[in-house]
């Protein structure tokens, strides 16, 4: 075995023992960033020897290219559904008829104080089989309809808590596991915020969201997501000798590396079996993640057996539901929150009523096509939902036939700052268009103007933004050019030395290009990229804020979002008025020679279309750009068969193979300068 590969076994071992450590036992032993360092180290050493790639290593989490649809997959032992209990009376029914099976045999030496159960929480997500073949993840699987499930082996290698090789070198040669894959409630929230603010579809609920994200078929969607999983049996095991009871089989599991819910008790009494539930359903609102009930399966493999199974479930196990956490209350309004990157959110004001553990008064309707599709009125009778953190949601509405409903407005203006709303195109969103004035996105709004490839004003960073805006200091980012030494002097943490700095960095910002200003405004949509080809297209401000819907959607790779995007922007007074403000201070910048295809035609790079990628040393990407496109060549950011050639600079990614494995010309930052110096 050669040096390389020593290195890269033992980066996968310990990079598998953090794994496991971080998402399995939940007691992670480094930090985010050596952890970064580790996985960085191991891609490198793979990207340079391709041949020592193995299907367990942890970067062959994620899969690269998209399924067209998910494959069918017959499980090798069904996967079964349980009965439920919802009251004491059916727990003692099924009890009942355990004893009524097995009789109370003396061979088994079982009566009703010793039948040994165990106990689990009811993980509210999406079952899965997992098929290991001699130690190694080969086959994922949904449950389906029990006898036949889909293929979901690429989304589920990006769970981290599923272990692509078994731990130890003692396995089965065939082995299936059972387990729950979930989403946390912190993971949830945080995909429904991103949601919400880009105006993407919302998820009901954390089971829908797991379910959603499992069935992606591209698994780097999924590898987003954050989902976990707890394994809770096993279906057929070939060549090993599994232990004789349910209990050692989970224990089992552990020490193969799979995550158990570690709130699975072993009891012998079965008035226990209540009291469990009785446990479990006090710790529901705490949990960070979703449960509906708890488990009770018979500890004995031989019992299992001798009990059998009912249709499509076993007599040995069944599921005691919780109550559900729904409440009906009275629905009095509708309020529209904005949000910091001006997202209105409707959100229900309630008739408080308690539900899932805390009183409600407040729920999100998440958009104003939820209003619609649930039917939503203003007095009308709602259904609410809260299960643990999650935020509280209204599921439906109850209209009474024989009463009046006001219907629920739709704002015009911002609840915020009174600029125009619009619907975001092809999206849901409703969006404000103050962008540079509403105080809702101010913070954002600011950070983002003094950005590095914005304006670029060295030391305002997030916390003194942060400080400037709740002292009331800064109402808008034009304020930013009134700041005086004693604006910033009395902020926390803040010497002499800082604030003279800062004054001269935001004098310096004064002076800037129009590409850079059109970029710090924030218009949605309007990146780096789009801001340049902007500022060439029209070269000037004056020009572009004129530009109508047509002049934009004609320019190649504007479309109708961007477009429209632009056009709100300009049209509400308060940005301009924020920009006429800005020019006030002191901000200028020149007008550029735009270059019509006419023009660009005796120029001598007019038919080539250029991507640059990776660091250049003697000058910034944007400069580099600036000047490509001065020679008449068309800068994009993607490549494609179209590329003529590739500009790559240090650390060049996945651009550089990609243009590689297209036969696209490749310069390096020395070939680059020699091409725009000989033009």
Wanted: hydrophobic residues 35%; proline residues 3%.
């Amino acid at each position: 075995m050669s040096g390389i590969e020593k290195k890269i076994n033992h980066l996968r071992k310990v990079i598998n023992e953090h794994n496991y450590k971080y998402y399995v036992l939940d007691d992670p032993s480094v930090s985010d960033y050596e952890y970064d360092q580790l996985f960085h180290q191991l891609q490198k050493l793979e990207e340079s020897h391709p041949d020592l790639i193995t299907q367990d290593s942890p970067t062959q989490r994620v899969g690269v290219k998209p399924l067209d649809k998910f494959e069918s997959f017959e499980h090798l032992s069904p996967m079964l559904s349980l009965s439920n209990a919802f009251s004491d009376e059916d727990l003692q029914n099924f009890i009942d008829r355990i004893f009524n099976k097995l009789g109370e045999s003396k061979s088994n030496n079982l009566n009703k104080s010793s039948l040994e159960f165990v106990c689990e929480p009811k993980i509210d997500g999406l079952a899965v089989n997992l098929v290991y073949r001699n130690g190694y993840l080969d086959v994922a699987a949904t449950r389906g309809d029990g006898k036949t499930g889909e293929n979901v082996t690429q989304n589920i290698k990006t769970i981290k808590a599923i272990p692509l090789r078994l731990n130890g070198n003692s396995f089965p040669e065939y082995l299936e596991v059972r387990g729950e894959v979930y989403i946390s409630h912190k993971d949830f929230n945080e995909l429904n915020k991103k949601a919400e603010n880009t105006g993407d579809k919302i998820f009901v609920n954390p089971r829908n969201a797991a379910a959603g994200s499992l069935r992606q078929l591209d698994s780097r969607i999924t590898a987003k997501r954050n989902l976990s999983i707890f394994c809770y049996s096993v279906g057929v095991v070939s060549n090993f000798n599994m232990p004789d009871n349910h209990f050692d089989v989970l224990n089992q599991l552990k020490t193969w590396g799979f995550k158990v819910n570690p709130l699975i008790s072993k009891v012998s009494n079965i008035d226990n079996l209540s009291k469990y539930h009785n446990k479990i359903l006090s710790k529901r609102d705490s949990l960070d993640y979703d449960i509906d009930g708890v488990v009770f399966k018979v500890n004995s493999l031989k019992l299992q057996e001798e009990l059998g199974y009912i249709s499509r479930s076993p007599r040995w196990s069944i599921a005691y539901k919780f109550p559900a956490q729904e409440k009906e209350t009275d629905l009095l309004g509708v309020e529209f929150q904005v949000g910091r990157t001006g997202i209105l959110t409707p959100v229900a004001r309630l008739k408080p009523v308690f539900v899932g553990g805390a009183t409600v008064s407040n729920a999100t309707l998440h958009n104003i096509e939820e209003i619609a599709r649930k039917n939503i009125k203003k007095g009308c009778k709602v259904i609410i939902r809260r299960a643990g953190d999650v935020i509280p949601e209204v599921v439906k509405a109850i209209l009474e036939k024989d009463k009046s409903y006001e219907e629920i407005k739709i704002p015009k203006k911002c609840p915020v700052c009174g600029s125009l709303v619009f619907k975001v195109p092809e999206q849901v969103a409703l969006r404000c268009s103050g962008g540079l004035f509403c105080q809702a996105q101010l913070k954002e709004a600011i950070k983002h103007f003094v950005s590095r490839k914005a304006m670029d004003i060295d030391g305002l960073g997030d916390k003194i933004v942060e400080l400037l805006v709740e002292k009331n200091i800064i109402k808008t980012v034009s304020d930013i050019y009134k700041l005086k030494y004693e604006d910033l002097i009395n902020l926390p943490r803040i010497g002499d030395k800082l604030v003279n700095n800062l004054l001269s960095a935001i004098e310096a910002s004064k002076k800037t290009t129009l590409q850079r200003f059109l970029f710090s405004l924030g218009i949605r949509e309007v990146g780096e990229s789009k801001a340049i080809i902007l500022a060439e297209t029209f070269g000037s401000l004056e020009k572009i804020m004129k530009a109508t819907y047509e002049d934009l959607v004609a320019i190649p790779d504007f479309g109708e979002v961007v477009s429209k995007n632009i056009i709100n922007f300009f049209k509400e007074h308060h940005n301009i008025d924020v920009i006429k403000k800005l020019v006030q201070y002191g901000v200028i910048w020149d007008d550029i020679e735009v270059f019509t295809a006419e023009s660009k035609q005796g120029l001598p790079l007019s038919e080539f279309t250029f991507v640059i990628t990776g660091t250049l040393s003697s000058m910034g990407r944007d400069d580099a750009k600036t000047k490509l496109r001065s020679l008449g060549a068309k800068v994009v950011d993607s490549v494609s068969k179209n590329t003529s050639g590739l500009i790559a600079g240090e650390k060049a990614g996945s651009k550089l193979k990609k243009a590689e494995n297209l036969g696209i010309k490749i310069y390096n930052e020395e070939e680059f300068l020699k091409l725009i110096d000989n033009k």
